[in-house]
């Protein structure tokens, strides 16, 4: 149906108009730009627990104090302010890169290389001689990873037709937790397996051994080889061409303030109620996730044994999880997933509580790790589908930008309280206080279900995106 408009809404939710059959919904995961997706999907996520969770367990085990480290998680407020530079990765060119792999590989190729130098920096650093450098390394990681976002965003969205950002997201997800499992429990397997046997036995920080996470840190620098190749492999997605710009106010208008006026435009008075779902439909998440590995250690877990709990349970669960939401969003639609992800979520941090009341309890460890990638997985592939129908392909990636920019910055910023916490009210609480902050989500999603969404299209067709 042909509309000037890019957007309409409508008090409605139902289920897409035409439902595609099982067989066609699952036959989507093996076209090849779903499978580019799920190696470029591990890029994305490698980096992530790198300067935030798996890097917390390596300072506790340093002898970092809890306060501190909630501070340092402000090194991912990077990501939560992406939207600023989200306009440049959109439009600037970046000679030779553009010209050799187009607009979006080009950007993709620049911001994999600044994770990597990023890494081989925190290789090389001992938090226990100084934080300063290390967190400059970590600065320099999370800065190329949110540049990696917006470049891959806008090549996701722009890779395949709105029916099919669903299953894009699930692979996109999958790969990006199988990166994250890579991060939080391989990292740890291989600074396990590369310690060293004291002459003398130790305890705490004095059992820290630098060298050991310097050879896994080494060894996840290497892992972005993965993007990077899908990178070089990949064709460039088909882009609309750019009008030039007369000159540099014409082209600010249209870099800077244009994705955004057209998306007030779209949704006026809604666009503040669809934002504050996106400001705080990941919040349980994020703010219990920086303190885990310091509840881990604390609790007397092992590299060894959060690793292979993490590994083995943890990814069998984030890949189910991953694939039920894809294909759920696909037959039910994306808000009604997004209502079981967030009561899943908020859910699932009950369990840490109970958790911390057990003590070194391999078993109910397993338990709680395989409930939480559970939920993370549905979760998250029905977020990331409703962000990609919200933007306007004209100018997806400085939208999207936006969008997980936005999605991250107050969780953020309030996990940084989160060390404070923990000292003063214990861990049991901590969890409790992080599963009620999930209910205004809830309240937020049963409101946003009552709008219908359409994606823009630069030549003034109008493309559903989702019944919400």
């Keep these: 149906m042909d509309n000037p408009s890019p957007m309409s809404a409508s008090p409605a939710e139902t289920p897409t108009s035409s439902t595609p059959p099982w ?19 591990f890029s994305a996520g490698l980096p992530l627990l790198l300067v935030l969770g798996t890097l917390s367990f390596r300072l506790r085990e340093a002898g970092i104090d809890r306060t501190t480290i909630g501070y340092l998680s402000w090194v991912g407020l990077a990501y939560g302010f992406k939207w600023v530079w989200a306009p440049l990765v959109d439009r600037l060119p970046l000679p ?3 010209t050799l792999l187009g607009r979006r590989r080009g950007w993709l190729l620049l911001a994999q290389g600044l994770v990597v130098a990023g890494l081989v ?10 934080l300063t450098p290390l967190i400059w390394c970590a600065l320099l990681v999370a800065f190329g990873s949110a540049t990696q976002d917006i470049a891959l965003d806008a090549f996701r969205i722009e890779s395949a037709e709105s029916r099919k950002q669903a299953a894009l997201a699930a692979a996109y997800q999958t790969g990006y937790r199988l990166a ?22 130790a305890t705490g920080a004095a059992a820290y051994q630098n060298g050991a996470w310097k050879t896994a840190y080494l ?3 290497g892992s972005m080889a993965v993007g990077v190749v899908t990178v070089l492999l990949s064709p460039e997605p088909v882009q609309r061409a750019l009008p030039k710009a007369k000159n540099a106010a014409e082209w600010l208008q249209g870099a800077l303030i244009e994705p955004f006026a057209d998306f007030i435009r779209r949704y006026k008075w809604q666009a503040a109620l669809i934002l504050s779902l996106i400001a705080i439909y990941r919040i349980s998440d994020v703010v219990m996730g920086i303190m885990a590995n310091p509840f881990y250690v604390d609790m007397g877990f092992t590299k060894d044994e959060v ?3 993490s590994k083995i349970y943890g990814v069998v669960m984030t890949l189910v999880g991953a694939f039920v939401g894809g294909v759920l969003s696909m037959r039910l639609g994306v808000m009604r997933v997004l209502m079981l992800g967030a009561v899943l979520s908020a859910a699932s941090n009950l369990l840490f509580a109970w958790l911390a009341s057990r003590g070194h309890d391999l078993t109910a460890l397993i338990a709680v790790v395989s409930a939480d990638n559970l939920a993370g997985g549905i979760a998250s592939a029905a977020f990331i589908a409703y962000l990609s129908s919200l933007t306007n392909i004209s100018y997806s990636a400085t939208q999207y930008a936006l969008f997980s920019s936005l999605m991250l910055l107050l969780p953020k910023f309030i996990a940084g309280y989160s060390g404070v916490f923990v000292d003063a009210y214990g861990y049991s609480t901590f969890f409790i206080a992080t599963a009620l902050l999930g209910a205004p989500v809830l309240v937020l999603v049963a409101l946003a279900s009552r709008l219908t969404t359409t994606r823009g299209d630069p030549h003034g067709r109008r493309e559903d995106a989702d019944t919400l």
């Design 23 to 41: 067989r066609d919904a699952l036959k989507v995961y093996l076209e090849p730009a779903t499978l580019r997706m799920l190696a470029l999907g």
């Design 96 to 98: 030779p890169l553009t």
């Design 121 to 130: 920096g925190m290789a090389m650093n001992d938090p226990r001689l100084g």
């Design 180 to 201: 994250m499992i890579w991060a939080g429990a391989g990292v740890l397997w291989v600074a396990a397996w590369a310690e060293v046997a004291p002459a003398v036995a």
């Design 219 to 221: 060894v996840m620098a």
């Design 307 to 309: 690793a292979t709990v």
